[in-house]
């Protein structure tokens, strides 16, 4: 592993049984050694504590930080407030997806940008250059994700009015004596929370919610249940369900945010970001959709496994993902927009499985998102 940043809870996960593989430069916990449908089920039925610190934080700071933001996002920051965050892509000049982030607003002047590996931290820092606006990295803030639906449950007999934050904002506050900030986000698509603190803190915030939670059911979870709760959700991961990972024959990396779906992102008017004018060009020239797919088997398709429409191939799978709770077995896929309907028979053939297969929307999970948005 040749990570360059370091998580201070790297002892914990050890002992939970991680060998830290490398994500966007920090050594991560992908798997622990407790089994990864125990990990998905407590983050369904009960709570999960995961540390994905490995997301970049960026704090944009100054006059021209809502500028820059806006030219480098999807969105109109314009229109946040301080305490609301909003889910953001990022575009090259060819408008083509290049990064996703979740974008918090602390001030008049003041935001802060997360984002995954993607080329978000070259966008916003070149940016910069000849503005009156300071970005700075912040390695020090670790990221600790509290999901599940007794997660305010646990919060709420130390933070009050957690019970109050609306989905997609987040409150400057302390938990067990510590300063934090918590914001009511996530990538699980359950209710949740992701706690923002010092690394200095990140050790005993961690230890207290494993003690204080395993009561409620709350156990530490790894980064890969994160595969198996974003597949049925409808949360992508970049590079994994892209073309940089996938690359089409014969034509260069890079996606549209209509091939993605992620054209909700885009602010309503909005027309001065990167990329603008080729995001609009691109409309209806989708080479594929993401769209879901069921599978008769219990097993899980694996990313990479074709399907075909008798002997011509339509797509395949980025992630898939079997539940245990559902007994289903699901998957994201990148399809020939003809087959982007729901009801389409094909079949899934694999490096080690083969087997019916049907389309299907995504979400799988909650489509009308009843559970992360639900109040009080």
Sequence with gaps: ?????????????????SGL??????????TYSTDLADEHAAIRTKAGLMDVSGLKKMHIIGPHAEALINFATTRNVSKLYPGKSVYACMLNEAGKFIDDCVIYRNGPNAFMVVHGSGAGHEILTRGAVGRNVV??????????????????????????????LPYFHHMQTTLFGRPVMLSRTGYTGERGYEIFCKGADAPLIWDTIVAEGKEMGI????FTA????????????????????????????GDSLWELGLDFTVSPGKKDFRGAAEHYRLQGQERFKIFGVELATKDAALGGDALYDGDTKVGFVTCGMYSRLTERSMAIARIDPAYAV?????????????????????????????KRTAKG
């Design 226 to 253: 994160l595969d198996w709760l974003r597949v049925e959700s409808y949360l992508l991961f970049y590079p994994y369900d892209n073309s940089d990972m996938y690359p089409m024959a014969g034509q260069p990396i």
């Design 1 to 17: 592993m040749s990570s360059w940043r370091l998580s201070v809870l790297a002892d914990r996960h050890r002992a939970l049984g």
């Design 135 to 164: 970005v700075l990295f912040d390695d020090d803030l670790h990221d600790l994700s509290l999901q599940g639906p007794v997660a305010v449950d646990f919060l709420a007999k130390h933070v009050p009015g957690i019970r109050d």
């Design 21 to 30: 593989e490398d994500w966007n430069g920090m050594g991560t916990a992908w």
């Design 342 to 370: 729901a009801g389409r028979k094909l079949t899934l053939r694999g490096a080690s499985l083969n087997c019916a297969a049907t389309t299907h929307t995504l979400p799988f999970d909650d489509p009308d998102k009843v």
């Design 219 to 222: 156990m530490p979870c790894s």
